[in-house]
Structures are given as C-alpha cells and as structure tokens.
DNA sequence: TCGACAGTTTGACAATTATCTAACTATCGA
DNA sequence: TCGATAGTTAGATAATTGTCAAACTGTCGA
C-alpha cells in the first residue's frame, strides 16, 4: 500500500495539480519515455520566462510529484509517480 | 470507461479540490450513507457564514463534483462519484 | 581566466479568490 | 398574512499566486 499522506501535503498536491501549466508540465514529463525530461524541453513548450518555470518547478517539487537532479550545468526533472499515486489513492477513498 | 474530460473541466476540478475546506466538504459528503448531506450540517462542520459555504458550494457543482436538490427551504448535496472517478482516471494516465 | 550559458532568487505587479457583511429571495408554520 | 428560517447575491477586502525583469550563482569550454 502507498504512502498515506497528510491533509496538508494532499493540498499541496491538489495546488500544485490546480495551476494548468503545471498540469501540462506534469503531463509532458511523463510522457516521455522513462518519465524524465530536461528543463530546456519545458521551455521550448512553455512562452514563459526561465523565472516562472524555475517557480513551477519548485512547487511541483515541494508538493513531491517531480525530483529534479542536476548534473553539471544540466537538470532532468522526474515524475514521481509513487506521491501521484498516493495522491489517487486518497482521493479514490473520498 | 468513464467520460473523458477536456483540459478545462480538469483544471476546474483540480481547483475545486485544492481548497482545503472544500476538500473536507466533499470527504464529508462521502462519509454518509448514500453520499448525501444536508447544507445544515455542512455548517455545523465549517466555521463559516452561509455565503462563504454557498460560494465553495457552487464551485463544487460548477465542477460536477457535487449536485444539489432544492426541496421546500432545504437543500441535499449529494457526491457525484462519475465526475470523480473521471478525474482520477486522467490523472492516472499521466 | 573569462565569457557564455543554465537555472535561481528577489522584488514588484496584476489577477484570482476566500471571506465577510448586508441585503435579497423563497418557503414554511402559526 | 407575518415572521422566522434556508440559502443566494452583490460588493468590499485581504491573502495568495502567476508572471516578469533584473541581478545572482554555478558550470563549462576556449
């Protein structure tokens, strides 16, 4: 069985879900094979500035739903499909 | 298979369930027999005047994720698990 | 070492929204 | 019919947040 999360980070998690272009972030990434794509993918989908996107990501972070790793100048972004299940989990419960 | 939603519909959704207090709304509705409650008892629950709960009221049923029966003075808000259920499927594809 | 590049942080601004009060509509019982 | 009660609507306010520009940090290649 997954993970039971508490109130706060399943509204974490539902905040992070509600903003649309997050939604389509988290859609793009696991869409590629093996569930990781690199930041400059994103902005070349995305018409905002680096700035906005490093914020997006950072709540998708915070919420536990992408890990993102750097290697040298590079980042990869993951989805991390346990929290999102575990989020499901929960609401499937409702 | 459930009704496919368009990315519009979601994002509503995904904003009705990122209010805390709405999510313990629709938990709260969940939890009784038959997946229906009274507004009255809604607002035994919530500290909060009637217009604040008209309002998530609303947002809830603009997201179909609850419907409401007007009979006489009172009104039954009854879970609607499709809608739900629609959602939690898009999520699980992603 | 230096410049270019990837991403972050900070501060500001605009849009959204959760909440309240007050006034409203509608229904029921006396 | 009147008063009380259930819920709605409108308008105001405060908090949150998506966005940008500008300045910053860290890394690589020349």
Known sequence: ????LADKDIARIARALAEPRRFQILKEIGATKGGVVSCGELRDHHKVTAATLSHHLKELET???VETTKTGKFMTIALNRGVLDAYLAQLQKI
Not at 1 to 4: E, I, P, R, T, Y
């Open 1 to 4: 069985m997954a993970v039971k």
């Open 63 to 65: 919420a536990g739903l």
